[in-house]
Nanobody, 122 residues
Framework: VQLQASGGGLVQAGGSLRLSCVVS????????VGWFRQATGKEREFVAA????????KYADFVKGRFTISRNTAANTAWLQIINLRPEDTAVYYC????????????????WGRGTLVTVSS
């Protein structure tokens, strides 16, 4: 299974971005997809996850309604919409997939993409 995250870039505070994660390889429909982020000098942290059906989602507490995870199984793609971006959202954002478990907040996902950099200027 390969994952490719994209959509990052430089954006001003208050702006928005939509990150994409394209999954290839095995059947995408059976995987939970998660988004994580890692700022410089900090540990990788959970952001959001969605189950195979798209009906069950989990979010980190800091999301506070600014992040929305979604997926299109037929298109083998998941998205992370971020609005009202803040400088503290600056990080490399990673998508991950897990065939064994539903949405969870741990880093024990089976497969990881390379990440896409989001930089928010104040």
């Amino acid at each position: 299974v390969q994952l490719q995250a994209s959509g990052g870039g430089l954006v001003q505070a208050g702006g928005s971005l939509r990150l994409s994660c394209v999954v290839s390889g095995r059947t995408f429909s059976s995987y939970t997809v998660g988004w994580f982020r890692q700022a410089t000098g900090k540990e990788r942290e959970f952001v959001a996850a969605i189950d195979w059906s798209g009906d069950i989602t989990k979010y980190a507490d800091f999301v506070k309604g600014r992040f929305t995870i979604s997926r299109n199984t037929a298109a083998n793609t998941a998205w992370l919409q971020i609005i009202n971006l803040r400088p503290e959202d600056t990080a490399v954002y990673y998508c991950a997939a897990d065939s064994l478990k539903g949405p969870h907040m741990t880093r024990a996902y089976e497969f990881w993409g390379r990440g896409t950099l989001v930089t928010v200027s104040s």
